[in-house]
């Protein structure tokens, strides 16, 4: 099966081909048929390679690859891999929970050009600064992190609806389902990459 990319690289060659051909030999452009060869060299062909341009790296910026492609978020890259259940980030990672090929996706879902207009504009700014600004040693988020990154996976799950700690107060499920009790007041160890350098690393997807 021919990978979307391959058409895309396909058709962006065929592009240049025809323009190149056009800039060649414009008298072709007199006749009907190298007018509409004209139209689709450079007004057809250009539309679509824009748009699956377009589609391909959004896709890629969905990838924990690209994510951790900014020299601040290696150590947001290096805590998936410590070897402690207390971690969680680390713990839905190595255990499968979250797609490791989409791991910061799955869970900041609402985060710079997939949030609100403010977040889309921060994204914009994250550009600006990767090349432009000076990025900060230390990054963190811009609001409290939203239990609805965590529900959008547990919601239902056995494990999240009878957990003993979750039941153990009637009140407690309702409030992490609304909102009101954050889910890191328990799962309180997220990334910590203050604390990196000293944290025991699994190795078991480097095999």
């Known amino acids: 099966m021919v990978s979307p990319t391959a058409i895309l690289i396909a058709i962006i060659l065929t592009t240049i081909g025809l323009i190149s051909l056009l800039v060649i030999k414009p008298s072709l452009t007199r006749m009907r048929s190298g007018k509409i060869l004209a139209f689709i060299a450079l007004f057809v062909f250009p539309v679509i390679s824009g748009a699956g341009g377009t589609s391909e790296h959004v896709a890629y910026s969905k990838t924990t690859n690209f994510c951790l492609s900014c020299h601040v978020m290696d150590r947001y890259g290096q805590s998936l891999h410590v070897d402690d259940r207390s971690y969680i980030p680390a ?33 914009l700014n994250h550009v600006y600064v990767q090349y432009f600004g000076k990025i900060p040693e230390n990054i963190k988020l811009y609001a409290p992190y939203d239990n609805r ?46 604390d990196i350098k000293d944290a025991p690393m699994w190795k078991g997807d480097s095999k």
């Open 91 to 123: 713990l839905h990672y190595q255990n499968n929970f979250v797609p490791r090929e989409n791991a910061c996706f799955t869970c900041h879902t609402n985060y710079t050009m997939y949030g609100d207009f403010k977040s889309k504009l921060r994204g």
């Open 149 to 194: 990154e965590c529900l959008h996976c547990h919601l239902g799950a056995r494990s999240f609806e009878e957990g003993a700690t979750h039941n153990a107060d009637p009140e407690t499920l309702p409030a992490i389902k609304s909102g009101k009790l954050s889910c890191l007041s328990c799962h309180e160890t997220t990334h910590n990459v203050a």
